[in-house]
């Protein structure tokens, strides 16, 4: 029996029995906060702790959750003996019904369901894959590889401008050929869409990925692979703000709020490469600055405390973004030069190993 | 409570009518419904 299936069933079975004992029905959550978070010196990666929570039925406070983890639990196990597989969207819109005789929805929006995804996977110690359920497509790649997915070969080279859509699911693909110095991790997909026309990948023999933000599970997980099967540096482009930095700093660690997937997603050699405030000084950039919200300054004090942030380096780019109240994007690069990016900037930065790590 | 029975029954083959009962049951036998919004956290440490 799949091992998803049988935790299910034995979650059921724990409300069973809590049920005929007359007992307040309840399940058992570890929590996925900060405070139940640290930083693993060894593994050099984020790792949740072994604190829990108690969701109960009977707690005005509590119950409409139990009911959506039972929802949740429910659907996955027909979708395990099914097999079948969905989206976290689709999930979504299965689950989603106005409850009889009442105003209450059972789910209002998606960012009421994913969590209670993620509360499953660490309550069952399974994963979302396991449980049949896949996340939307988000991050592309390209570079001088050719893998094989569900029998197809696809060459990553020969994907005309588009680049290869990572899938949320990666665990299946295998890697053919691959013919890279090293990964070249992008934020923006305007950057990467520069890069990509330069060919900036066959020149300096790289293989580009663009995240579109926070990396998706499967871009996160792509990246590891390459970089541990092939033994590739990462190194990582974001915008100078606090939101940029948490990018780098969840590729290579791992995330808060997934840190019990960590050892799966995190690259802990990663490097950081840019938008750093130095560059904003060394390569003449202060015009395209623009100016920090305070909300933007909020994250940089809230990361300052974070202990995988305080190496000297960090700590002064950090406070550097809190006391200039200023912040530049990927695109401002472009202020210089349509192909500074490609032309000046990288190749400058990679070659002096101008690198945070 | 319906929706919680429905989803049980999947979960482990019993009849839904069946949890539906024993819930109900739990609701006559005046179970200590907690009404003071205690967080799940708080709720946690409680209990451990």
């Not at chain 1, 949740?72 to 819109?93: G, P, W």
């Not at chain 1, 904003?280 to 015009?287: A, S």
Request: net charge neutral.
């Amino acid at each position: 029996m799949e091992k998803a299936k049988k935790k299910l069933e034995e979650l059921g079975n724990k409300i069973w029995k809590d049920i005929e004992k007359g007992e307040n029905p309840s399940i058992q959550i570890p929590i996925r906060s900060l405070s139940n978070v640290f930083y693993d010196q060894k593994t050099r990666m984020l790792m949740l702790g072994n604190k829990t929570a108690s969701r109960y039925f009977f707690n005005i406070a509590h119950a409409k959750k139990f009911m959506q983890t039972l929802l949740v639990a429910a659907f996955c196990k027909e979708l395990i003996d099914q097999n079948l597989h969905t989206s976290l969207r689709d999930l979504f819109y299965a689950l989603k019904r106005t409850l009889p005789n009442s105003q209450e929805n059972t789910f209002n929006e998606q960012n009421e369901s994913d969590p209670i995804v993620v509360d499953l996977e660490v309550t069952l110690d399974v994963l979302r894959e396991q449980l049949h359920l896949n996340a939307d497509v988000r991050g592309r790649v390209v570079g001088n590889v050719v893998i094989e997915d569900r029998g197809d070969l696809v060459d990553w080279s020969k994907l005309g401008s588009g680049g290869w859509a990572i899938p949320s699911n990666v665990e299946d693909i295998i890697f053919k050929k691959v013919k890279a110095d090293y990964i070249l991790v992008i934020e923006k997909n305007a950057a990467f869409e520069r890069l990509h026309e330069d060919k900036f990948w066959q020149k300096h023999k790289a293989i580009l990925v663009t995240t579109q933000g926070q990396p998706a599970r499967g871009t996160r997980r792509l990246i590891q692979r390459l970089a541990t099967e092939f033994n590739l540096p990462v190194y990582v482009f974001t915008d100078l703000d606090a939101y940029g930095l948490y990018i780098y700093s969840v590729i290579k660690y791992g995330s808060i709020s997934l840190a019990h997937v960590s050892d799966r997603l995190g690259t802990p050699n990663s490097k950081f490469l840019g938008l750093t405030m130095d560059d904003i000084d060394n390569f003449g950039l202060k015009d395209f600055t623009i100016k920090a919200e305070e909300v933007d300054i909020k994250r940089a004090q809230e990361m300052l405390k974070y202990e995988w942030f305080q190496k000297e380096e960090w700590q002064r780019l950090l406070k550097s973004l809190i006391q200039r109240k200023i912040k530049a994007e990927l695109e401002s690069l472009s202020g210089k030069g349509l192909k500074f990016i490609t032309e000046t900037y990288l190749p400058t930065k990679i070659k002096n190993q101008e690198f945070l790590d | 409570m319906p929706v919680v029975a429905e989803c049980l029954e999947k979960l482990v083959n019993k009849d839904k009518k069946l949890i539906l009962n024993k819930l109900q049951e739990m609701i006559k036998k005046k179970v200590e419904v907690v009404e003071n919004g205690e967080s799940e956290e708080e709720a946690g440490r409680v209990g451990k």
